[in-house]
């Protein structure tokens, strides 16, 4: 059906603007709310370490829970961890928050981001790769 402007003025034809469906949460299953209990005793202490270590220094860390990414970053200089990283092996977790704390110089992808992660974490590429085996749940 092909729709003009005069339908739609005329009232013949209305426009319904939806909502978009708030998104959905995400169960707290008794193996979620283990992780998230062994993730909030460690990952925090864990991030400090390494930010010490590597000179960086961040505003908050919060434990997340989403299906989306292991790890993000904000302007504000705030890092949230997802709490699957607990099931991650160590260097993984690693991994993953040596790329977000680089995320407080470069908030992109590009080459300056990827040097200063290469110069902390040598062996980025090949845990890239690594990580990718595990699904988020
Ligand atoms: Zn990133």
Known sequence: MKITLGDILSGRVRIVVRRRRPRRKLKETPEVA?????????????????????????????????????????????????LNLMRLPQDLQDYVMLHELCHLRHMNHGPKFHALLESVCPDHLALRRRIKEYKLI
Do not use: D, M, T
Request: hydrophobic share 35%; charged share 20%.
């Open 34 to 82: 283990e992780l998230r209990k062994q993730a909030k005793a460690y990952l925090p202490g864990r991030l400090a370490e390494l930010a010490a270590e590597h000179g960086f220094s961040y505003n908050q860390v919060r434990i997340k829970h989403n299906v989306s990414n292991w790890g993000s970053c904000s302007v504000k200089g705030n890092i949230n961890l997802n």
